[in-house]
């Protein structure tokens, strides 16, 4: 997770000797945004010019808010979102693909394949993954049918 924030917040950057500022919105999960404060604290400390102003929304406001930003040109440099808004906001224009040069099919592909499917529509990847949430259990215990009489 680490090197995916570097690597994204380094992209947004432009090259420049004067400081840069940059804003991180995500909705808020508080152990998700304690380890982002910690993530960019790292981040900040070994690039002393770029500074993260990481801004956060309730989850039930989060989807309006940067759907109704991002048209208007107010939305952040990066924005975490729920895998699943992915096709809508590709539909509606509001995410590019990411550039092929900083971010090669081939790198994407083995470091984060099988998750990263979910992010490519139309051949291009639009987002990396920067967590794992579980959907589905496995277990070791064998359950047996119930016999029939």
């Known amino acids: 997770m680490k090197k995916l924030l570097t690597l994204a917040?380094?992209?947004?950057?432009?090259?420049?000797?004067?400081?840069?500022?940059?804003?991180?919105?995500?909705?808020?999960?508080?152990s998700k945004v304690s380890t982002m404060n910690e993530l960019i604290k790292k981040f900040e400390a070994q690039n002393?010019?770029?500074?993260?102003?990481?801004?956060?929304?309730?989850?039930?406001?989060?989807?309006?808010?940067?759907?109704?930003?991002?048209p208007a040109g107010q939305g952040?440099?990066?924005?975490?979102?729920?895998?699943?808004?992915?096709?809508?906001?590709?539909?509606?224009?509001?995410?590019?693909?990411?550039p092929e040069k900083e971010f090669p099919t081939r790198s994407i592909?083995?470091?984060?394949?099988?998750?990263?499917k979910t992010s490519k529509m139309n051949g291009r990847y639009y987002a990396l993954?920067?967590?794992?949430?579980?959907?589905?259990?496995?277990?070791t215990k064998t359950f047996s049918r119930p016999q029939e009489c």
């Open 48 to 70: 002393p010019d770029i500074k993260i102003k990481q801004e956060t929304f309730p989850y039930d406001a989060y989807n309006q808010k940067v759907a109704s930003s991002v």
């Open 129 to 139: 993954p920067t967590s794992v949430r579980t959907l589905a259990v496995f277990t």
């Open 109 to 116: 592909e083995s470091t984060y394949v099988p998750m990263i």
């Open 9 to 30: 917040l380094a992209l947004s950057v432009t090259a420049s000797a004067a400081p840069v500022t940059l804003t991180y919105w995500q909705y808020d999960f508080a």
């Open 76 to 98: 952040p440099d990066v924005v975490n979102l729920f895998y699943g808004w992915l096709p809508q906001y590709v539909d509606s224009g509001y995410l590019q693909p990411l």
